[in-house]
């Protein structure tokens, strides 16, 4: 179970200022949402948190340790990432699925159990990852993250290309293992109702901004900003400039 | 061959310039610069080889093959435009191939350390390590921007940077390679190669100029494989930082 905290985060590239001064704590064991509108800097926010990019200013800490004092490799094993589009490697399920263990120097990956984890039978294991459906894809992508035994999970968007059979599955795959395995998960979507559905918190990011960050429930029924009130009604986008 | 029948061969050099017209390419100004510079450059370089193999000193020699690395370093770095520094890692990946084939062909007794030899030799060599690295360096730069999100899926597993890249490190080697190889598996078929050619035409024995050609074949095919190998992995590095980050697009 990891907290993470950002304290007085700024992110620029090229000149640009993506995040500005974000100071957030994500409890740790939770499902936190974040939405907001495209640009607004979601997906840089959870790239800083395994260090696939470092923040320009501020620091992020996981259960009060600077992850800058952390190895790297060691902290991208601990958090885990899945990427809107699943992004599998070349060859076989069971390959995808060994990648992450086989880099520590693990052998004899139980591929089976991940599998089942992610609602696949053992059978799709010999299968070729070309011939399979995006959801399956997904789920693929979604147990070889699992395989390297994360404490925390980034999703940026990973159902906005499914259809909402797929999409449900993955939902509920996600809410199970927070339940089974205490994960701290941290959801990107664009979707509203998504996050209701499944946030234990949501975070507002506009323009680099951390606008409110809440209990879904307080944040869908109490918002206490102007621009999340915008941004539930739908009218964000054409009323912030 | 006579100036007058070398000048009559230049008329040959219209036909180009005609189909260009004709299909409105507006390439004939290119062809007509092109040819005069071929002409100019091959001109000042027969005086140069004519001057430094009357001189048959090895510091002249090396001098020339020198200028002919540092020439194909900076005309094949431009395919890596924006990389740092891809200026010194494609010549030294020319200079390493090209010395490391030199020696073993002289080492072998293929060829002496004469400059009627070491620089028609090295001349192939840096031509075409020029042209493989080229290649390298560009596909490299096109794989990592193009799948820089994939690159990504691996480092956030834990793989480092080497480990990440592998894929199109992989890819850039062989888009270096395929042209020699792929003319290595028609050669004497579809084409008769330059060398074997101008040893055919100066009067030597086919059976002899294909040995020659044998060997260039082999030499060229370790030439591009060092070039290529040694480009690719010291040009990836650079796409990444220390701590195994893929570095935003040059």
């Known amino acids: 179970m990891n907290e993470i905290e950002f304290k007085e985060v700024s992110y620029s590239s090229f000149g640009k200022e993506i995040l500005k001064n974000i100071s957030v704590k994500f409890e740790g064991g939770a499902i936190h949402t974040i939405v907001g509108p495209s640009g607004a800097g979601k997906s840089t926010l959870i790239k800083l948190i395994n260090r696939l990019i470092d923040p320009t200013h501020g620091s992020i800490l996981i259960d009060d340790v600077d992850i800058k004092t952390i190895d790297v490799i060691d902290l991208r094993r601990r958090i885990g990432m899945v990427f809107q589009q699943p992004h599998l490697f070349e060859g076989t399920v069971k390959e995808n699925i060994e990648y992450g263990p086989m880099l520590k120097g693990e052998k004899n990956v139980n591929v089976e159990y991940y599998l089942s984890i992610v609602g696949l039978n053992s059978e799709y294991a010999t299968r070729d990852v070309k011939n399979l459906s995006g959801g399956e894809q997904q789920r693929v992508s979604i147990a070889r993250t699992l395989a390297n035994n994360p404490e925390t999970l980034l999703l940026d968007e990973p159902t906005s290309a499914l259809d909402p059979t797929s999409t449900e599955i993955v939902e509920k795959l996600i809410f199970n293992l927070k339940e089974k395995m205490n994960l701290t998960i941290i959801w990107i979507t664009h979707n509203m109702e998504q996050a209701k559905r499944i946030g234990d918190y949501t975070a507002l990011l506009n323009k680099g901004q951390l606008i409110e ?29 | 061959m006579s100036v007058l029948s ?23 100004k290119e062809i007509v610069i092109g ?47 924006g990389i740092p520094n891809v200026f010194y890692f494609i010549t030294f990946s020319i200079a390493l ?3 490391i084939t030199i020696s073993l062909l002289i080492l072998f007794g293929n060829i002496h350390f004469r400059p009627q030899e070491v620089i028609p030799v090295s001349g192939m060599i840096i031509g075409n390590s020029m042209v493989a690295s080229g290649l390298a360096v560009s596909r490299l730069k096109d794989e990592i921007k193009n799948k820089s999100e994939e690159i990504e899926a691996y480092l956030s597993l834990g793989a480092t940077s080497r480990q990440a890249a592998q894929k199109v490190i992989k890819t850039a080697i062989k888009t270096g390679m ?15 190669p330059g060398m074997m050619t101008g040893l055919i035409l100066g009067g030597v024995d086919p059976i002899d100029a294909v040995k020659y050609q044998i060997m260039v074949t082999f030499m060229l095919a370790s ?3 060092i070039s290529c190998f040694t480009v690719t992995f010291l040009t990836y590095r650079t796409f990444f930082t220390k701590q195994h980050q893929l570095r935003q697009a040059f």
Request: aromatic fraction near 10%.
């Open chain 1, 213 to 241: 960050y809440d209990k879904t429930y307080d944040f869908f029924t109490n918002p206490q900003n102007e621009i999340t009130k915008l941004f539930i009604q739908g009218k964000l986008k054409e009323e912030v400039k």
């Open chain 2, 97 to 99: 191939s090209a010395a």
């Open chain 2, 223 to 225: 030439t591009v494989a």
């Open chain 2, 35 to 81: 040819t005069i510079r071929a002409v100019v450059q091959l001109t000042i370089v027969g005086y140069i080889l004519h001057y430094i193999f009357a001189a048959n000193n090895v510091l002249f020699t090396l001098a020339m093959v020198t200028l002919m690395i540092v020439v194909a370093g900076n005309n094949a770095s431009k395919r890596g435009k």
């Open chain 2, 6 to 28: 070398l000048t009559l061969a230049s008329s040959l050099v219209l036909i180009s310039i005609f189909v260009s017209y004709y299909q409105k390419l507006g390439i004939e």
């Open chain 2, 178 to 192: 395929i042209p020699t190889v792929d003319s290595m598996k028609t050669l004497g078929i579809v084409q008769l």
